[in-house]
């Protein structure tokens, strides 16, 4: 193990995820998640050998005190000298980064002024930042964008149907999310198809809380449904996905207030929504199997969106050797990839039945039949894509 473990540290601005990523084996040797940030019960959480442990934070900066933390942590389990790198997530790296970087204090600045961009968690990610340069003074820390492997698309995916002035003066444009999934899971799937990634083409389809489908040509995302937010796209968890923007019109018109109408569509939209039940796909699921009217709408939209998205990305691929599923319910959910590939019959998708019911909980597998277009499920794996990342250009 030794010298071969990064610090994986995803902050958010009331939580801060973790995992130490043994780069050589390509596990989680430990991993927790501090929350309740700014609250008398602020914590930190973790699991080690199977062993769950949790430590109440005291009074102050929670993200420095969870990364204080997780220092203590490291030393008493005595990993400490085996961590060679830190390796932070960062939501919007905007048109600046195109790669991973090492932070320094202008990498810093750069990503605090694209927080116009992503206000909710580019500030969060910086509190997390500077919290672990100054726990970590010795260690070389970097930043992977979620942003950076969409910064490939062409003009033509990227610019929006509107004056060129909103993009010049305010950046307003497709950027993109979830790209270290799509990059992950990409190089995987070309893998189990034994073919260079630079010659495999892909659409990769991200179902989780959060969702995104990305057409991937030759090894390089030419577009995707994320847009200028994570908001645009699929029907999510709680996120409505693309959307009439006259509907945010007639709203206001209504006497709605700014506030109310972005709450609606990003925290009360979505299988939510629409259920009226459970942002989440097994309580979806579990309601339309007893009958439920809004858990089976809920499903039928969420699957006939998806289905529509990878219809509509045939376009932007001239070959296609996969669909891939990932992330929460692309890799646990048999209805939902059963479904829809059932909408995607027109393009001679066939589900083997045995096929996609073993691929779940971590494991990997095609879930089409022999001779049809393939489909397949590749667990996602983001940590490990910022450990690895981070430990290249800590060798470059
Ligand atoms: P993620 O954001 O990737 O953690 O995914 C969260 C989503 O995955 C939630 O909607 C969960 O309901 C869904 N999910 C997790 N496990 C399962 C499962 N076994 N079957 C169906 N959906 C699942």
Request: glycine share 10%.
């Amino acid at each position: 193990m030794s010298n071969s473990l990064v610090l994986v540290i995803n902050s958010g601005s009331s939580s801060l995820k973790f995992a130490l990523i043994d780069t050589v084996v390509g596990d989680a040797v430990l991993s927790g998640l501090g929350e309740c940030f700014g609250l008398p019960e602020a914590n930190v959480s973790w699991k080690y050998n199977g062993e769950k442990k949790e430590y109440a934070l005291s009074e102050g900066n929670h993200h420095q005190l969870a990364v204080d933390r997780i220092v203590a942590l490291v030393d008493e389990l005595g990993l400490k000298d085996d961590i060679v790198a830190v390796g932070h997530r960062v939501v919007h790296g905007g048109e600046k980064f195109t790669s991973t970087v090492k932070i320094d204090d202008e990498v810093l600045k750069e990503i605090e002024n694209l927080s116009d961009l992503a206000p909710l968690h580019n500030p969060a990610h910086v509190i997390g930042m500077r919290a672990s340069l100054a726990a970590f003074p010795s260690l070389s820390q970097y930043a992977v964008f979620d942003t950076a492997f969409h910064q490939t698309m062409p003009a033509k995916a990227f610019t929006g149907a509107i004056s060129r002035k909103l993009y010049e003066d305010y950046g307003i444009r497709r950027y993109g999310f979830h790209g270290t999934s799509h990059y992950f899971v990409s190089r995987e799937a070309a893998k189990v198809l034994n073919k260079p990634v630079e010659e495999s083409n892909f659409i990769s389809v991200h179902l989780g809380n959060g969702a995104s489908v990305c057409a991937i040509k030759n090894g390089k995302s030419v577009d995707t449904s994320m847009g200028f937010t994570p908001l645009a796209g699929l029907m999510m968890g709680t996120r409505c996905g693309d959307l009439d923007p006259s509907i945010i019109e007639f709203l206001l018109k209504k006497g709605w207030s700014q506030e109310e109408v972005f709450t609606e569509l990003n925290k009360k939209s979505g299988l939510l929504g629409v259920s009226g039940l459970t942002s989440d796909c097994r309580g979806i699921i579990e309601a339309m199997e007893n009958g439920h009217e809004g858990a089976t709408l809920a499903f039928e939209i969420f699957c006939y969106r998806v289905a529509k998205y990878i219809g509509s990305y045939m376009v932007a691929l001239d070959e296609l050797d996969s669909i891939i599923f990932t992330a929460g319910i692309g890799e646990n959910s048999q209805p939902i990839r059963s479904k829809i590939l059932e909408n995607l019959k027109i393009f001679g998708y066939r589900e083997d039945e045995e096929g996609n019911a073993a691929a779940r909980f971590g494991n990997r597998g095609i879930i089409t039949k022999p001779n049809t277009p393939v489909a397949m499920v590749i667990p996602t794996n983001e940590e490990w894509v910022i450990a690895n990342e981070s430990m290249a250009l800590l060798h470059a």
